[in-house]
């Protein structure tokens, strides 16, 4: 999956996790930061750079796309208090928008699966349906067919755009 459907998972997550009468500032850095919480796996394609096989339990895809991944640094996340909100509401968004990110990606239709469950098991998960197409690697995405992913994603994905992008009603 290409970027833009993780980065409106995590601007919708940083619209729910804001409160009303938090500023635009403290809006900005909320989705900057989820946004990058949701892209934050696809680090791992250093893996490919580094010799890692794509199917190693530590190649692209691997651990870090793995649901115990998204609970540890979830925690970690939500191990201080951001913006005045409790730890554990960001805990819980911090650990829903990593481990999104791996089951998103087991609905695109190309690649090796998601280890979702490593370390305790290391087979790579698709799901049943995977109308979600695959995006090319890297510079891959300056292609048409990096074009034609990133369309889908556009629209797929419409209901989180308009939930991070509607209007915030002011509060009399
Ligand atoms: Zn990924």
């Known amino acids: 999956m290409a970027s833009l459907g993780h980065v409106a998972v995590g601007a919708a997550a940083a619209r729910l996790w804001c409160e009303p ?14 946004a990058g919480l949701a892209l934050a796996p696809d680090l791992d394609v250093v893996a490919f750079a580094l010799r890692i096989p794509y199917g190693d339990p530590f190649g692209h895809r691997g651990a870090s796309h793995a649901l115990l991944t998204a ?8 191990g201080r208090t951001w913006f005045g909100k409790s730890r554990r509401r960001t805990m819980l968004f911090a650990a829903a928008v990593l481990a999104s990110h791996g089951l998103l990606d087991t609905l695109t239709d190309g690649g090796l699966g998601v280890a979702l469950f490593w ?3 290391t087979t790579r998960y698709f799901a049943p349906v995977r109308p979600i197409p695959v995006a090319p690697i890297g510079a891959g995405m300056l292609s048409a067919r990096g074009l034609y992913v990133l369309m889908v994603e556009l629209i797929a994905f419409a209901p989180f755009w308009l939930l991070a992008l509607w209007p915030q009603r002011r509060r009399a």
Do not use: I, Y
């Not at 500023?23 to 989820?34: D, E, G, N, P």
């Open 21 to 34: 009468a938090d500023s635009w500032r403290t809006r900005l850095l909320a989705v900057v930061a989820f």
């Open 71 to 78: 609970l540890v640094l979830g925690a970690a996340v939500g």
């Open 119 to 121: 370390p305790f098991d």
